[in-house]
């Protein structure tokens, strides 16, 4: 940041007054007024950050959303910060054109052996006004991704997260873990509010209403943070991901189709959330709702109310559950077996 240099120039005069000799004519001198220094200019207020957290079942469109609406926030003159939650550590790579960035929690480690620092230099990269970074997490079967993610905020705070200056922090959370780690911005209010992207798929909706259950779960507990709506992909117009928002109280901040141009252009990375594409007027109204949406309590559904959004025969519906027996569980011949428990002989 640059320093504020007006503060010092009234000081200065103040100084300078108290330095002058006063003529020997003049009267005794008067009780000192006690002046407070009028507060120095400043360029505007000073935005508050939002910091938003998206949450969805790994596959649904977090990244290829998120890195388009970042993109589209930048091109609105938006400073915008795309950070990764995923262990996958696939958030950015849209943005970055298909390219890897190093992510926090392997730069750390490696700069620790090294006895280096890191620096902010070392994992935020930036593309036409979106800076974006990757926790990351730890290789398969050797840690806990959300242990991973607690370490990887508190390596953010070590580098001055909260004296960054950026109108949006953006943060990709999946959403099938239900570890503590994952749901760290709702447990401890780091966000304003949660967004969740599905589709019209059952698996997906699901992952949307846990995330759900999540939210008024804490706002009992004294949380502040809400849903701020839903962001419909690959929408083919069934209507599910609609019907789940209605359901449980959440706006639909925008659907985007299953369309073949926009599969093919996000295989080959190419950004759309861009004025120029065809698309750009879809995620142009994205980031307007995203902003303006208010965080509300959802009502989560019950299972059997989600699975009532589907069509009878996807579903089951008439099917009366059968209670099983232990003569069902053994093959319709129940037979007492002696304990396996070992009794040791009192000493």
């Known amino acids: ?84 939650c995923d262990p996958k550590s696939d958030t950015t790579s849209l943005l970055f054109g298909g390219r890897a960035t190093p992510t926090i929690i392997e730069t750390s480690a490696k700069k620790k052996l090294a006895g280096e620092e890191v620096a902010i230099s070392d994992v935020c990269f930036k593309r036409d006004g979106v800076f974006a970074m990757e926790l ?4 398969v079967g050797r840690g806990c991704g959300g242990r991973g993610i607690i370490h990887g905020f508190e390596l953010l705070e070590k580098l001055g997260f909260h004296d960054w200056g950026f109108d949006y ?11 503590g780690g994952f749901g760290l911005p709702i447990a401890r209010d780091m966000c304003q509010k949660v967004i969740v992207v ?40 069934t209507g599910e991901a609609h019907a789940f928002a209605e359901a449980a109280g959440i706006p639909v901040l925008a659907s985007i189709p299953a369309h073949e141009d926009i599969r093919r252009k996000s295989a080959n990375y190419q950004i759309i959330g861009t004025k120029s594409s065809e698309w750009g007027s879809l995620f142009a109204g994205l980031a307007t709702n995203v902003a303006s949406a208010p965080p509300v309590r959802p009502t989560p559904l019950t299972q059997d109310g989600l699975l009532g959004l589907f ?5 089951g519906r008439g099917v009366v559950l059968e209670p099983a027996s232990f003569e069902d569980m053994c093959g319709g011949v129940a037979v007492t077996k002696p304990s396996l428990e070992v009794i040791y002989d009192a000493v």
């Open 1 to 84: 940041m640059t320093p504020d240099t007006s503060v010092a120039q009234p000081q200065a005069t103040l100084t300078e007054s108290k330095a002058t000799p006063a003529p020997a004519s003049r009267s005794p001198a008067r009780k000192p007024v006690d002046r407070k220094p009028s507060p120095s200019p400043q360029s505007g207020p000073r935005k508050e950050t939002q910091i938003i957290a998206i949450y969805g079942k790994g596959g649904s469109g977090k990244s290829f959303a998120l890195a388009n609406l970042s993109y589209m926030m930048a091109e609105q003159g938006k400073r915008v910060l795309l950070i990764g």
């Open 136 to 139: 990351g997490g730890p290789e």
């Open 169 to 179: 922090v953006l943060l990709d959370f999946l959403g099938d873990v239900v570890c």
């Open 198 to 237: 599905g589709s019209n798929d059952l698996q997906s909706l699901y992952v949307a209403n846990n995330v759900c259950s999540a939210v008024e779960y804490f706002r009992k507990l004294g949380g502040n943070v809400g849903v701020a709506g839903m962001i419909v992909n690959k929408d083919d117009g």
């Open 311 to 315: 069509a009878g025969e996807a579903v």
